[in-house]
């Protein structure tokens, strides 16, 4: 069985502070996926990092894939309050089922 | 643009009771998937779907069945409920199986079992 571990579970940071939050496997993953969720809605994607290595930024989050594809991390640099909310990262299996593996959550509370 | 639309937002049963969760997406999509999102737990796969008129079991399908009679609809039901199945249910839905297929999501069916 596929785990994804991800730290930390909970973050209060204050704003223009930077973070850093991880997924860790001992499985290898195809590709890594990290959602954003807003209360009452559903997880919206973020990005998808395939390659091992690879490294793709938006604005102020920076995302990281492991070169052996078991892991991947977040950093936000100089964190909003808009930047509130459950960051989700997700892994997919070897095989194009489509399925997900999700990690436990990290809920982030950016202070103005 | 609707997306994936879940129904009921919410809903209260007693123990026992049975109910089916509608989930339906406007986007053409071949997969469709049925989570539940528990405090601390992330988000578990109950059941999954990779076209119309095929259903395979997640990673914690017990007590729960499926259905996709149409491509564009996926239900969910409950036959029996019980206080363990009180969750956040997600619909989700994507383009193809690969890894790099992004899911779309529904925004959630809150459901409490007394």
């Known amino acids: 069985t596929q785990l994804l571990e991800q730290s930390p579970q909970f973050l209060s940071i204050q704003e223009g502070e930077n973070l850093t939050v991880y997924c860790n496997s001992s499985?290898?993953?195809?590709?890594l996926q990290w959602y954003r969720q807003e209360p009452g809605e559903g997880p919206v994607l973020l990005v998808t990092?395939?390659?091992?290595?690879e490294v793709k930024k938006l604005k102020r989050l920076t995302f990281q894939f492991g070169d052996a594809r078991k892991d991947s991390s977040l950093h936000i640099t100089a964190a909003q309050p808009g930047d509130t909310g459950l960051y989700l990262c997700?892994?997919?299996?070897?095989?194009?089922?489509?399925?997900?593996?999700f990690g436990q959550g990290t809920t982030l509370q950016v202070k103005p | 643009n609707a997306g994936v639309t879940q129904t009921p937002k919410f809903r209260v049963l007693k123990t026992g009771q049975s109910m089916t969760l509608l989930c339906a997406q406007d986007m053409n999509h071949e997969y469709m998937y049925w989570y539940r999102q528990d405090p601390g737990m992330g988000l578990r796969l109950i059941h999954y779907s990779v076209g119309e008129g095929t259903t395979a079991k997640g990673e914690v399908p017990d007590g729960y069945n499926v259905s996709r009679l149409k491509k564009q609809n996926f239900l969910l039901g409950l036959e029996s409920a019980a206080p363990s199945q009180t969750s956040v249910y997600f619909c989700?839905?994507?383009?193809?199986?690969?890894?790099?297929?992004?899911?779309?999501f529904g925004d959630g069916t809150r459901l409490s079992i007394l």
């Open positions: 997700a892994g997919a299996g070897l095989s194009n089922t489509g399925k997900l593996i």
């Open positions: 990092v395939v390659t091992g290595g």
């Open positions: 989700a839905s994507s383009l193809a199986g690969g890894g790099n297929q992004p899911q779309h």
């Open positions: 499985s290898v993953f195809s590709s």
